[in-house]
């Protein structure tokens, strides 16, 4: 098998980070991977390989759409569940400095460097944000989420929350973002409505209990102005979230 055979040499790859050096290689094993998966399907080493590799790895080619793309051209084949289970298996692995406490650490240490100084990018050009220079900052926003979108798009969810003045802001820079890094935004967006981190535990109600929280007026807000201006981007997620909050 394939993926077996390819298995122990690219994790042996992706803990020293020399991926980062060849990206042609990368595409190339993309392209090669894309062979093993039929449309809708995928065996268990395939998406082993996915999740220990090709997922991680993206991080470690900064401002790269060209990376971006060949992965999603394997990524689209599969169903959304199997692609939110890959970017909740990255999530759940800790974002940034949080990585490195989780027992036992999964992400290897270049992966987790190139998240930090993500992070660190990403919470620079939001402070300089604003209708002054949208279009300036909105293209290195996108440039920035090339190689990290789960990390970019948690943390401008967390400043959605609070601040919904950004709302209409943001959406209008996401138009230079990849199909890749939308689609994570949608992930990322479902995550925050079920109460992010805190597993749901989150109030969703003022203390009047019947007008939403800020936060959850907030994101509805931009889930709304998000899929309006990217119809094309997954919503069967967010719709089933509705649906069982309905039931």
Same mark, same amino acid.
């Given at each position: 098998?394939?993926?077996?055979?390819?298995?122990?040499?690219?994790?042996?790859?992706?803990?020293?980070?020399?991926?980062?050096?060849?990206?042609? &290689?990368?595409?190339?094993?993309?392209?090669?991977?894309?062979?093993?998966?039929?449309?809708?399907?995928?065996?268990?080493?395939?998406?082993?390989?996915?999740?220990?590799?090709?997922?991680?790895?993206?991080?470690?080619?900064?401002?790269?759409?060209?990376?971006?793309?060949?992965?999603?051209?394997?990524?689209?084949? &599969?169903?959304?569940?199997?692609?939110?289970?890959?970017?909740?298996?990255?999530?759940?692995?800790?974002?940034?400095?949080?990585?490195?406490?989780?027992?036992?650490?999964?992400?290897?240490?270049?992966?987790?460097?190139?998240?930090?100084?993500?992070?660190?990018?990403?919470?620079?050009?939001?402070?300089?944000?604003?209708?002054?220079?949208?279009?300036?900052?909105?293209?290195?926003?996108?440039?920035?989420?090339?190689?990290?979108?789960?990390?970019?798009?948690?943390?401008?969810?967390?400043?959605?929350?609070?601040?919904?003045?950004?709302?209409?802001?943001?959406?209008?820079?996401?138009?230079?973002?990849?199909?890749?890094?939308?689609?994570?935004?949608?992930?990322?967006?479902?995550?925050?409505?079920?109460?992010?981190?805190?597993?749901?535990?989150?109030?969703?109600?003022?203390?009047?209990?019947?007008?939403?929280?800020?936060?959850?007026?907030?994101?509805?807000?931009?889930?709304?102005?998000?899929?309006?201006?990217?119809?094309?981007?997954?919503?069967?997620?967010?719709?089933?979230?509705?649906?069982?909050?309905?039931?």
């Amino acid at each position: 098998d394939l993926s077996t055979i390819l298995g122990t040499p690219l994790l042996t790859i992706i803990a020293s980070g020399a991926i980062r050096l060849d990206p042609t &290689l990368y595409c190339m094993l993309c392209r090669l991977i894309k062979t093993l998966v039929p449309e809708g399907e995928i065996d268990e080493t395939t998406y082993s390989l996915l999740r220990t590799f090709l997922v991680p790895c993206m991080s470690l080619f900064p401002s790269n759409p060209s990376i971006s793309m060949e992965l999603w051209s394997v990524l689209v084949k &599969l169903p959304y569940q199997i692609r939110y289970g890959l970017y909740g298996s990255s999530r759940l692995a800790g974002l940034e400095k949080g990585a490195m406490r989780t027992t036992p650490r999964t992400k290897t240490l270049p992966v987790i460097e190139s998240e930090v100084q993500t992070g660190i990018e990403i919470r620079y050009s939001l402070k300089r944000l604003s209708k002054d220079n949208i279009k300036e900052t909105g293209r290195q926003l996108s440039k920035i989420s090339h190689s990290n979108p789960l990390v970019v798009f948690t943390t401008i969810l967390n400043q959605i929350e609070s601040y919904d003045n950004l709302i209409q802001l943001m959406v209008d820079t996401f138009v230079h973002v990849t199909e890749l890094g939308l689609d994570v935004l949608g992930y990322c967006l479902l995550v925050a409505l079920g109460g992010g981190d805190s597993k749901g535990g989150r109030s969703k109600l003022k203390e009047d209990g019947v007008n939403a929280a800020q936060w959850l007026s907030s994101l509805e807000s931009f889930a709304g102005a998000f899929y309006k201006k990217f119809p094309s981007v997954e919503m069967h997620g967010l719709l089933a979230y509705l649906v069982r909050r309905l039931e």
